[in-house]
Every structure is written in C-alpha cells, then in structure tokens.
C-alpha cells in the first residue's frame, strides 16, 4: 500500500532544489507555504530564512530565523543564517554574537568562521575579521573565499605583501578567480609594479574579456607602462563594458586628454558628470582642458569656470570665513574681507602654495621673485602640497622664511596651519591643474587670497580675490575683466620673471656660416596644445618653405598612434608626412636642452600658448614665432616675446604668424653666430630682470591689500 508523502517534506525538498538553483523567490514561495503548514520546523524556518537572505530581503529572513534559534538553540546554522541577517539590516553587534554562538556550537566548522569573520568586518572590528578568516584557514586551508577575503583585508590592515601572498596563493589554487586578480592587479600598480600587475590582469582575460573591471584594471597597468595607445583601447573597452560607470570614464577621458584629443577629452569628462554630478576631479579637470580647446570660446570655458565655483562654493558655504587677526585683518564680508598693512617694522607675510616646489616649470619663474624679493617688506612662506624633493626645492625652502609642507593634511587642517601662520596673502599656484588645493582656499584662511602664475585662467572661486596677470595677456577692458572671478592686477611690463636651470647647456649654433641644409622648425610644446588651428598654422609655414622639417618633442609622442594622427593631419593639410620629425624623450633638463641645437625656429601653438618652452627655446637662442589670441592662454606669448625684446615674433593673424616664421628662418640661415648672441640679450631683458621684477610684483601686491 502506497502512503501519501509528507507535504511539509515534500514542499521542503522542492524549496531545497530551487535554493540548489539559486532560484530564491520560488524557494522562498515554497517554504513559506510548507510554514504555513507546520510553523515548528526548524529546517523549514531555516531555509526559509536563508532564501530570504539570499534573494535580498534580510529583514524577512529575521523572524524566521529567530524561531529558529528558539527552538533549536543546539542548531549552529541556524545561529549563523541570523547572524548573517543581522548584519545586512545593520545590527552588527547582535550578528557578531550571533555567529560566536554558532562558532562555539560547531568550533571545527570552517565555513562558521568565514562567516564570523565577515560580520566582524562588517562591524568595523578588522583584527578580529582577520583573525576569524585564519582560523578557517587553519581548519580548511582550501576555503577560496576565507583566503580572498583575508587578502582583502589584510590590503586594508596595511599589510601588502601579505594581501599579495594571500591572493597569489588563491590563484594558485583556482587560476581563474577573477576577484583575487583584480584585486591583487589592483594593488601591485599600487606599489608601482605595473608589469607584474598586466601579467596578473591577462592572466585571466581570456575567460573574463567581457569583464569591465578588469579592461580598466589592464588601462590603469598600460598607462604606468607608457603604453598609453593600449591603455586608451582599455579604458575605451571598459567604457563600453559598463557605460554607466563614471570612474571607468573618467581614467578614459584622462587618457584622452594625456594622448591629445581634447575634443574626445571635453565630451567624456561631461559624460562622466552626467553620470556623477558630484565628481570633483572630473569637473575641475574639464575647466583645465577647456583651455586647450581651439572650438569653445573664451566666454563659453569662463562661465564653465562660474558655474563650477558656484557649485563649489555652496558645498563650502558652512564654512566661516578667516577670523580677525591681530595683524589687523578686518572682516567685511566673507568674499572679500578688508586688509590693513602691517607698520612698515612689520612684513607682510605672503604664503605660495603648490604641488610643484621642485624641478618644474612653476619653479622657473618662482625663484627669481623669491630670491630677489624685498625682505623688509614681504616675509615668504611655502606651502609644498608634495613629499617629492630635489635640488630645486631646496633652492626655494632657502628663500622662504617658512616652509609647511601640507601634502599629508586634509584642507580643514591646512588651513588652520595658514592661519597659525598668520598669512596676510595666500597665492595660489596651480588653479584647476594637478596637485590643486582649491579646496584649502575656498575656506579663506587667510584675509586676502591671489592666483597667479600656474594657471591661464580665472580659477572662478569667490574666494580667491585677485589674479595677477599683464597688460598684455589681459588688456584693461571689462570685457576681459568679465572673464574673471578675481579682480585683475596687472604686473608692470610681464606677469612673470624667468629663471633659467642652472644646469642649462650652452649654446649650440645650429649650422656653421654658409652651411646649407634645410629650415627646422620645431616645437616642444605638450601634446594637449597642439590643436587642429595649430597644425593649420604649422602647416602653412612648411607650405611657404617647402624645403623645410618640422621637429616635435612632447612626453607622448613615442606613441605610434600619436605620431599616426599628427602624419595624418599634416597629409591631410597637403603637407608630406616625412618632413616631420619626432624627437625622444630626454631624461633629464639639460638633455631636454640640448635639442634646441637641433632647430632654427620655434613655433608656438594656439589657442594655448607655451609659456616655460617659450623661454626655454630663447634661453637656448632660438626665436619663437607666436600668434596672440582672445584670452590669457593666447596672449602669454605675447607677453613673453615682449618682455624678451621680440616684439616683432608676435602676430596677430596666421598670415602674420607664417610671415614672422619664415624672416626668423631666413634671419637665422643668414646669421648662424647670433644665437649665441640672443642668449646675452635675454640676459639683460625684462623677462630675466628678477629685481625689477620682484619691486613691480611687491607694488602691485601692496596696493592691492592697502585699505580702499
């Protein structure tokens, strides 16, 4: 005789082989119907419980389990399902309890003292996390998921080589664990180890090449390794992988940005704030690539700078302005607070602050005003936001007074330095480039904040009050002050001072008198500057000289697709592509130099001038030819060019620029000794003359902060 199953059993067994599925919310239907026919069955509610989990509705899975436990208390797993449970609705504590029950319960379980120490690390407590994970090692030293976990949280502990050991040995154990790998890719680009992190990243991309994460992981490696036309295909693949990730985008706009395209930079960086509004760096890093573009108006990339600042500043608007200092600081407003003069006994102190107190072209124009500076009425004080060091800044720690390193302090803790300090003005270096400390301005600790130098634009912060520029870079017009956020004070003459390396070469004649030989144009400009109008400009030059080359040296142009686009462009332009020629990176300054040997005329770029490439190339005796533009970025030039003696060297329409590039040429061919000569002149120029310079720059300084 044939006996009618258990339905309870029946409906059990069925849910046990949808949870076997991992079909949760038919398990879960299933269970619940057997409860409802027998509410005391411990492995019915445990289950149930566990489908709960797992399916994403701990909070369902608590009652459940709960009676469970109290009708059982001799279960282990039921105590670990509640522990779980617990800590996915939060409380962390009870979960902690919960599985040191179950662990106690079953002290041989491995699988118990993962679980242990996932809620522990849930609960903020990671020694105990990784003590738990040991101990399951210790009982099944298999368990993958005890071992990839305590790599992880061993990276957290502060212990790399020990997460590295942690995952390597996963990987050894299961080839294709795809979260050991990118974790431990992940982390030996970290430490600075790119190759062996691609190694580790292609070791399981032929079963995981759908896989964004890892295509961006691969991107992060190739960039480290200079293999930026790869690292760019990366990006480009994890961006299309996972659409909807703004960091993925965000490395693929650098790329862009880092290879020259700066119209495909422009659009990703929007499509990364499309995605995150409140991703900071993306933002400040479309403001500095705007500058860059030879298609946005000058209008259109400052209200880009407002509209960011506006933002910015609201995100600071709880922040209080500097306190009244005994210096004599009044406050007005927290825009823009009123400035007495110390007594002429009594220095204004001055603070400068940036990433680049170093060898950097920041650095070539800093010096000479920090040496030259009047001691009796400005007292110096740098703030380096870098732990990197070298002759240079040593240079520039002897010329200040003092020297507060803030690379290690959050911008609240910084700030509270400046104020210590008792600064009466806080130069911003940087603006919206890398290594910026914006953040540190916008909380005003000091009572009058300027931006001059490291940026070719408004930085669009209230808070910062004043920019220094030129007349020539920023001519005296409300249209030009309408560009800005900060008031406009102009340097008498040119908003900078160059000092030359003092291991520069010496100068090199390019050719012997009367030797033959074709014209070499050049340029070392970044990548980023040389826009579609530049290579307009440059190929006109080489049209009207059709014998000439054209020499280019910039960080990335070892890449072949880089150096594919700019043939491209030039064949495109009617220009053959062998007349150009790519010069290697040096590795060091006076190397770098040294090339200028190697060229007869520089040609800047447009609409983003050179600013430390153009003094460069003079310094070396080589004339520079520029075209001067609608804002600060195509003005430099100009500037520069004047301050030096060569007027004439800037245009004002491409003609103009073809013009003045072909009589330096011939000027040149005609006369090989003078480039020696050009280096003396330089020396005697406004451009190198650091003590009228460093009077110009005080004046302005004092006037500025003089109460009104």
Request: charged share 20%.
């Given at each position: 005789?044939?006996?009618?199953?258990?339905?309870?059993?029946?409906?059990?067994?069925?849910g046990?082989?949808?949870?076997?599925?991992?079909?949760?919310?038919?398990?879960?239907?299933?269970?619940?119907?057997?409860?409802?026919?027998?509410?005391?069955?411990?492995?019915?509610?445990i289950?149930?419980?566990?489908?709960?989990?797992?399916?994403?509705?701990?909070?369902?899975?608590?009652?459940?389990?709960?009676?469970?436990?109290?009708?059982?208390?001799?279960?282990?797993?039921a105590?670990s399902?509640?522990?779980?449970?617990?800590?996915?609705?939060?409380?962390?504590?009870?979960?902690?309890?919960?599985?040191?029950?179950?662990?106690r319960?079953?002290?041989?379980?491995?699988?118990?003292?993962?679980?242990?120490?996932?809620?522990?690390?849930?609960?903020?407590?990671?020694?105990?996390?990784?003590?738990?994970?040991?101990?399951?090692?210790?009982?099944?030293?298999?368990?993958?998921?005890?071992?990839?976990n305590?790599?992880?949280?061993?990276?957290?502990?502060?212990?790399?080589?020990?997460?590295?050991?942690?995952?390597?040995?996963?990987?050894?154990?299961?080839?294709?664990?795809?979260?050991?790998?990118?974790?431990?890719?992940?982390?030996?680009v970290?430490?600075?180890?790119?190759?062996?992190?691609?190694?580790?990243?292609?070791?399981?991309?032929?079963?995981?090449?759908?896989?964004?994460a890892?295509?961006?992981?691969?991107?992060?490696?190739?960039?480290?390794l200079?293999?930026?036309?790869?690292?760019?295909?990366?990006?480009?693949?994890?961006?299309?992988?996972d659409?909807?990730?703004?960091?993925?985008?965000?490395?693929?706009?650098?790329?862009?940005?880092?290879?020259?395209?700066?119209?495909?930079?422009?659009?990703?960086?929007?499509?990364?704030?499309?995605?995150?509004?409140a991703?900071?760096?993306?933002?400040?890093?479309?403001?500095?690539?705007l500058?860059?573009?030879?298609?946005?108006?000058?209008?259109?990339?400052a209200?880009?700078?407002?509209?960011?600042?506006?933002?910015?500043?609201?995100?600071?608007?709880?922040?209080?302005?500097?306190?009244?200092?005994?210096?004599?600081?009044?406050?007005?407003?927290?825009?823009?607070?009123?400035?007495?003069?110390?007594?002429?006994?009594?220095?204004?102190?001055?603070?400068f602050?940036s990433?680049?107190?170093?060898?950097?072209?920041?650095?070539?124009?800093?010096?000479?005003?920090?040496?030259?500076i009047?001691?009796t009425?400005?007292?110096?004080?740098?703030?380096?936001?870098?732990?990197?060091?070298?002759?240079?800044t040593?240079?520039?720690?002897?010329?200040?007074?003092?020297?507060?390193?803030?690379?290690?302090?959050?911008d609240?803790?910084?700030?509270?330095?400046?104020?210590?300090?008792?600064?009466?003005?806080?130069?911003?270096?940087s603006?919206?480039?890398a290594?910026?400390?914006?953040?540190?301005?916008?909380?005003?600790?000091?009572?009058?904040?300027?931006?001059?130098?490291?940026?070719?634009?408004?930085?669009?912060?209230?808070?910062?009050?004043?920019?220094?520029?030129?007349?020539?870079?920023?001519?005296?017009?409300?249209?030009?002050?309408?560009?800005?956020?900060?008031?406009?004070?102009?340097?008498p003459?040119?908003?900078v001072?160059?000092?030359?390396?003092?291991?520069?070469?010496?100068?090199?004649?390019?050719?012997?008198?009367?030797?033959?030989?074709?014209?070499?144009?050049?340029?070392?400009?970044?990548?980023?500057?040389?826009?579609?109008?530049?290579?307009d400009?440059?190929?006109?030059?080489?049209?009207?000289?059709?014998?000439?080359?054209?020499?280019?040296?910039?960080?990335?142009l070892?890449?072949?697709?880089?150096?594919?686009?700019?043939?491209?462009?030039?064949?495109?332009?009617?220009?053959?592509?062998?007349?150009?020629?790519?010069?290697?990176?040096?590795?060091?300054?006076?190397?770098?130099?040294?090339?200028?040997?190697?060229?007869?005329v520089?040609?800047d770029?447009?609409?983003?001038?050179?600013?430390?490439t153009?003094?460069?190339?003079?310094?070396?005796?080589?004339?520079?030819?520029?075209?001067?533009?609608?804002r600060?970025?195509?003005?430099?030039?100009?500037?520069?060019?004047?301050?030096a003696?060569?007027?004439?060297?800037?245009?004002?329409?491409?003609?103009?620029?073809?013009?003045a590039?072909?009589?330096?040429?011939?000027?040149?061919?005609?006369?090989?000794?003078?480039?020696?000569?050009?280096?003396?002149?330089?020396?005697?120029?406004?451009?190198?003359?650091?003590t009228?310079?460093?009077?110009?720059?005080?004046?302005?300084?004092?006037?500025?902060?003089?109460?009104?």
């Amino acid at each position: 005789m044939e006996m009618n199953p258990d339905p309870v059993t029946e409906l059990l067994a069925q849910g046990l082989r949808a949870i076997q599925a991992g079909w949760w919310s038919d398990a879960r239907t299933l269970l619940e119907q057997a409860q409802q026919i027998d509410g005391r069955r411990p492995d019915v509610l445990i289950n149930l419980g566990l489908a709960c989990l797992n399916g994403g509705q701990p909070r369902d899975a608590l009652a459940p389990l709960k009676k469970a436990v109290a009708l059982r208390p001799d279960i282990p797993d039921a105590h670990s399902n509640l522990g779980l449970a617990l800590s996915a609705t939060g409380r962390h504590k009870d979960a902690v309890a919960s599985l040191a029950r179950a662990v106690r319960l079953a002290p041989d379980d491995a699988h118990l003292r993962h679980d242990l120490g996932v809620v522990c690390h849930a609960a903020g407590d990671t020694a105990a996390a990784i003590a738990a994970f040991r101990a399951a090692l210790e009982r099944e030293p298999g368990l993958v998921d005890a071992r990839f976990n305590l790599g992880n949280l061993l990276r957290l502990a502060g212990e790399p080589a020990a997460a590295e050991a942690a995952w390597r040995e996963v990987l050894a154990a299961a080839p294709g664990h795809l979260p050991s790998a990118l974790n431990l890719g992940s982390l030996l680009v970290t430490l600075g180890r790119a190759a062996d992190a691609l190694a580790c990243f292609q070791s399981v991309l032929p079963a995981n090449d759908d896989v964004a994460a890892l295509h961006n992981g691969r991107g992060n490696a190739l960039h480290d390794l200079g293999r930026l036309d790869e690292a760019l295909d990366a990006f480009a693949r994890a961006a299309v992988l996972d659409p909807d990730s703004a960091e993925i985008r965000y490395n693929l706009a650098n790329q862009q940005l880092q290879l020259g395209l700066v119209a495909a930079a422009i659009d990703t960086f929007r499509q990364v704030l499309r995605l995150d509004p409140a991703h900071t760096q993306a933002a400040q890093n479309l403001l500095y690539t705007l500058n860059y573009s030879d298609s946005v108006g000058a209008a259109e990339v400052a209200r880009t700078h407002l509209e960011w600042a506006a933002v910015a500043a609201g995100a600071q608007a709880h922040q209080p302005a500097s306190p009244p200092r005994k210096r004599g600081a009044v406050a007005r407003s927290p825009v823009q607070p009123a400035t007495v003069l110390p007594a002429a006994s009594s220095p204004l102190r001055i603070g400068f602050v940036s990433a680049d107190l170093r060898t950097h072209s920041v650095a070539w124009f800093l010096l000479p005003l920090l040496e030259a500076i009047d001691r009796t009425r400005f007292e110096v004080h740098c703030y380096p936001n870098s732990d990197r060091v070298d002759a240079t800044t040593e240079r520039l720690r002897a010329a200040s007074v003092g020297w507060h390193p803030i690379h290690a302090l959050d911008d609240a803790a910084a700030a509270r330095q400046v104020r210590d300090d008792r600064i009466d003005l806080l130069v911003d270096l940087s603006g919206h480039s890398a290594g910026q400390r914006l953040g540190l301005f916008a909380r005003r600790p000091a009572p009058r904040q300027a931006t001059w130098l490291g940026y070719p634009n408004t930085t669009g912060l209230p808070a910062i009050d004043f920019r220094l520029v030129d007349a020539l870079t920023d001519p005296d017009e409300d249209a030009v002050q309408a560009l800005a956020s900060e008031r406009l004070l102009r340097i008498p003459g040119c908003f900078v001072c160059y000092g030359p390396p003092p291991d520069a070469p010496p100068v090199e004649s390019r050719r012997a008198a009367g030797e033959g030989g074709p014209i070499v144009f050049g340029s070392f400009n970044n990548l980023q500057k040389v826009s579609a109008a530049t290579l307009d400009l440059w190929a006109a030059v080489l049209a009207a000289e059709p014998e000439a080359l054209l020499a280019l040296k910039t960080g990335s142009l070892e890449q072949p697709g880089v150096q594919a686009r700019l043939q491209q462009g030039f064949a495109a332009r009617g220009i053959d592509p062998a007349r150009l020629r790519f010069l290697p990176r040096d590795p060091d300054v006076p190397g770098h130099l040294a090339r200028y040997a190697g060229i007869d005329v520089a040609l800047d770029t447009f609409p983003y001038h050179g600013t430390t490439t153009t003094c460069e190339a003079l310094w070396m005796g080589v004339p520079v030819v520029t075209l001067a533009g609608d804002r600060h970025a195509s003005r430099v030039g100009a500037s520069l060019l004047s301050a030096a003696g060569y007027p004439e060297s800037c245009a004002t329409d491409p003609a103009g620029y073809v013009a003045a590039a072909r009589a330096a040429a011939h000027a040149a061919l005609a006369d090989p000794a003078g480039r020696a000569r050009r280096r003396d002149q330089l020396m005697t120029s406004l451009l190198l003359d650091r003590t009228r310079f460093a009077a110009h720059f005080a004046d302005v300084v004092e006037q500025a902060l003089a109460p009104r």
